[in-house]
């Protein structure tokens, strides 16, 4: 619970390192989304000059392709469902990310004006969002920077039994929503929900795409259907495909920082003790340990490789009053 607690309460944002692509869901590459894209479409269609097509994944004539180019995820209207879509992160143990942006990929079929954008709702939980046990860590309706991009989505374009032809209708807009968390090591869900800039128009989240393949190992992306949550599975096309797990596209912006030590500096199991600080300023001072017979932590309080640091001595006093690692 105490963990939980210090978590929840750390959104403080240390400042000085600049921002940049932390990660990118199920893309070898922070800064590439995964969106597959390319040049020409399976049938060999090439893309309009400059632009590229997203085409929706496959895993060749026999096994099938995906069906869905995308799931939806806008408010509800008066002819509209409303829907939230979510996916998981992970931040690695040693690691805190002080995040920034998180940005997603976004497309309203037919949809020609300035952005089909207005608005964002954005959660992060520790844990499925709104399942028993799960913590909300930050909630923010910031306005997000909505950008055109390059890149059209398109059906599956070789796998039967009808065969689309690509086409231009689906412009995929990359929308990035200010985030400010600092998020320690544990996994994390990303519950998005979009506002369109004009009533009842569908915003669909385009989900993570392979070059070659339908689904990939541990995919959990969930969606919220008329107020009731579900895992999404891609139904398939063919005659032979059966419903995979998918995953989202998404960006996570922002810097890497240091996590601290146990604020148990001496390893007795009391946390937050005043003999943790009498502890820290005898090992600090070359001192032993104290009580004797105990042994304490180094004194990398922030693990960022100086010691006998005063900046170590501001981070155990950080920590010691649940404020984040320094
Ligand atoms: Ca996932
Ligand atoms: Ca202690
Ligand atoms: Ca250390
Ligand atoms: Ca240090």
Redesign the pocket.
Same mark, same amino acid.
């Given at each position: 619970m105490l963990r939980n607690t210090l978590i929840a309460a750390g959104l403080a944002i240390v400042p000085g390192a600049l921002a940049q692509n932390l990660y990118s869901n199920a893309s070898p590459d922070p800064n590439t989304p995964a969106l597959a894209s390319v040049s020409s479409t399976g049938s060999g269609v090439p893309a309009p000059g400059g632009a590229s097509w997203s085409e929706v994944g496959d895993a060749g004539p026999v096994v099938g392709a995906n069906a869905a180019a995308g799931f939806a995820a806008h408010v509800g209207g008066p002819n509209a469902l409303a829907y939230r879509i979510a996916d998981d992160v992970v931040v690695p143990s040693g690691s805190s990310w002080s995040v920034t942006s998180m940005t997603f990929y976004v497309y309203s079929p037919g949809f020609s004006g300035a952005s089909p954008i207005s608005g964002a709702n954005l959660k992060v939980w520790l844990g499925q969002p709104e399942a028993q046990g799960s913590l909300s860590v930050t909630s923010t309706t910031a306005a997000p920077v909505v950008s055109a991009t390059s890149i059209y989505r398109v059906f599956v374009t070789n796998v039967g039994p009808a065969i689309t032809s690509p086409d231009t209708s689906r412009q995929i807009w990359a929308v990035t929503v200010p985030v400010a968390a600092r998020l320690d090591p544990g996994a994390y869900w990303l519950d998005l929900q979009l506002t369109p800039s004009s009533p009842n128009l569908p915003l669909y989240v385009v989900p993570a795409t392979l070059a070659n393949g339908r689904t990939s190992a541990g995919w959990n992306a969930r969606q919220q259907v008329d107020g009731a949550w579900q895992a999404i599975a891609d139904t398939g096309k063919s005659a032979l495909a059966s419903p995979v797990a998918q995953d989202l596209a998404f960006l996570v912006a922002g810097s890497i920082g240091n996590v601290c030590d146990s604020v #148990?500096? +001496? +390893? #007795?199991?009391?946390?937050f #003790?005043p003999? #943790?600080i009498d502890?820290f300023f005898s090992v600090f001072s070359e001192g032993p340990c104290v009580p004797s017979g105990a042994t304490c932590n180094d004194i990398d309080f922030n693990n960022d490789g100086s010691f006998f640091d005063p900046q170590d001595v501001d981070a155990f006093f950080s920590v010691f009053s649940e404020g984040p690692c320094l």
């Open positions: #148990d500096f +001496n +390893n #007795d199991g009391s946390l #003790d003999t #943790d502890a």
